[in-house]
């Protein structure tokens, strides 16, 4: 199967079948939870506000639940750093679990500080481990839960009512799905790979590999 097929119409179809349920249980396990970085989450969202503008949700229940899934996976995160703390550096690499997702994480906490728990909310993998650090860290509960509610507004609410706003106000939107998802993806991942070239280390790793392919 073509990717444009995977997802222009398969994309659609898993999320209107998944349904509600579904589309808040991986908000809330890409928000903090460790095993959910490999989730699709702003593309999920576009897609779910652009299912609502055409009747397959509605968007009031749509937006809150996202919002509370999003708001509650972060928590969820921030005590699982606050309770296990070091010990997860300690922990073995698994399908769900990259130490070295949440080492680079701990760096780009470091660097921008609480507000992380905002510019996270739009970086994937980043996303699944910033609450994780807060809760590691010294952030308090009440700091961190302003940047939590903050950030799932603009993240959870923000992408879904983009995808809800073009779908009622641009004609045979659906046809453009493919390339606006397409963009969505593209402009998550900037971020991250702007952080990794401005690392001196990271950019002499990526040209060794260059080199060894070519």
């Not at 399908?95 to 507000?115: C, I, M, P, S």
């Not at 073009?166 to 493919?178: A, E, N, R």
Request: hydrophobic share 50%; proline share 3%; with cysteine.
């Amino acid at each position: 199967m073509e990717l444009s097929s995977i997802l222009h119409g398969d994309l659609k179809s898993i999320v209107e079948t998944i349904g509600y349920i579904g589309v808040f249980s991986i908000v809330f396990l890409e928000s903090g939870m460790l095993i959910g970085f490999f989730f699709p989450g702003d593309s999920l969202l576009f897609t779910a506000g652009f299912l609502a503008s055409q009747g397959i949700f509605n968007i009031s229940y749509l937006i809150l639940g996202c919002f509370l899934g999003a708001v509650t996976g972060d928590s969820v995160g921030y005590f699982i750093g606050h309770r296990y703390g070091r010990k997860l550096f300690e922990k073995e690499n698994s399908f769900f679990f990259r130490k070295d997702h949440l080492v680079k994480t701990e760096a780009f906490y470091e660097k921008h500080g609480g507000k992380t728990i905002i510019l996270a909310r739009f970086m994937p993998v980043i996303r699944a481990f910033a609450p994780v650090v807060a809760g590691i860290g010294s952030m308090n509960y009440p700091t961190f839960l302003f940047y939590n509610l903050f950030g799932g507004l603009l993240w959870a609410i923000g992408i879904t009512l983009a995808g809800y706003y073009l779908g009622s106000l641009i004609p045979d939107v659906d046809k453009y799905l493919l390339p606006i998802v397409g963009l969505i993806i593209l402009l998550s991942i900037t971020p991250a790979i702007i952080h990794v070239l401005k690392d001196k280390n990271q950019r002499t790793r990526i040209l060794s590999l260059l080199k060894i392919k070519s």
